[in-house]
């Protein structure tokens, strides 16, 4: 189970970072990471992280950083520069493929989302 916290209102420029604890799980995951979701479009990858070994998928690193604590199972994701496109529902997900750039298909489990909302 992938519970998230964090999220919310917040305002261009803002920092705001998420949180996702991992319950029942063990290490036959690969790797983790999050999504997004904008109404009426496909979710879409924002970052990954391999549980072991702590290598990274984050296309758009200048603004957003991902990280995991596997002794408290949790994943978290920064975002600095918030810009109202980043407005959408965020999910966190895990999968046990052998990849860092998931797509939607690719995910096992996914977190119940989290809504960010950036004000402009």
């Known amino acids: 189970q992938l519970v998230q916290s964090g999220g919310g209102s917040v305002q261009t420029g803002d920092s705001l970072r998420l949180l996702c604890s991992l319950s029942g799980f063990t290490s036959d995951g690969y790797a983790m990471g999050w999504f997004r979701q904008i109404p009426g479009r496909e979710r879409e990858f924002v970052a990954s992280i391999a549980w072991y070994g702590g290598g990274t998928s984050v296309p758009d690193s200048s603004r957003f950083t991902i990280s995991r604590d596997t002794a408290k199972n949790t994943l978290s994701l920064q975002l600095t520069g918030a810009k109202p496109s980043d407005t959408a529902v965020y999910y966190c997900?895990?999968?046990?493929?052998?990849?860092?750039?998931?797509?939607?298909?690719?995910?096992?489990?996914w977190g119940q989302g989290t809504q960010v909302t950036v004000a402009s």
């Open positions: 997900a895990t999968w046990n493929q052998l990849t860092l750039n998931p797509t939607a298909a690719t995910v096992r489990h």
